[in-house]
């Protein structure tokens, strides 16, 4: 994997787009980060020689982007409800960002992408998908205050798991 030093440039800027994501100060930031970790995530993933990779690649940036406007999306309403004086439900955004973070790190009942992304990927790949690409996310989805919907997932993950 680090056979060249573009490789190691975009495993440098993963690991600063997390940096980035936990240390932010605002929702805004975090996204910024999350989507500095994706697009450096991508060329990591892409390899020459196997079409299953650049298929995983393009079905991870589609999911990721998806997740990624949806995220965008809460955050805008979580500003203007703080500019509008409560107009918006704080739970119903609170939901909607919860449930895209569990889609960005692949956890159940939003793991859809998750197999089938993982066949095309080499061992390296697979390890940074599983472990450092589920960071931010995870810390971010512990800064909401809503456990109804975390509790189901865990849940429906440890469930999936068994099967």
Known sequence: ?????????????????????????????AWMGLEINLLSFI???S??????????SLKYFLTQALASTILLFAVILLMLKNNL???????????IMLSTLLLKSGAAPFHFWFP???????????????????????MLISYLNFKNLLL??????????AM
Do not use: H
């Open 1 to 29: 994997m680090f056979n060249n030093s573009s490789k190691i440039l975009f495993l440098t800027m993963m690991i600063i787009g997390t940096l980035i994501t936990v240390t932010s100060n605002s929702w805004l930031g």
């Open 116 to 138: 089938n992304l993982m066949e095309g990927l080499t061992w390296m790949n697979a390890l940074l998908l599983m472990t450092w690409q589920k960071i931010a996310p995870l």
């Open 47 to 56: 390899d020459n020689y196997n079409f299953k990779s650049t298929e995983a």
């Open 43 to 45: 060329p990591l993933m």
């Open 152 to 161: 189901i997932s865990v849940i429906l993950s440890v469930m999936m798991g």
């Open 85 to 95: 004086n409560n107009e918006i439900n704080e739970s119903f955004t609170s939901m």
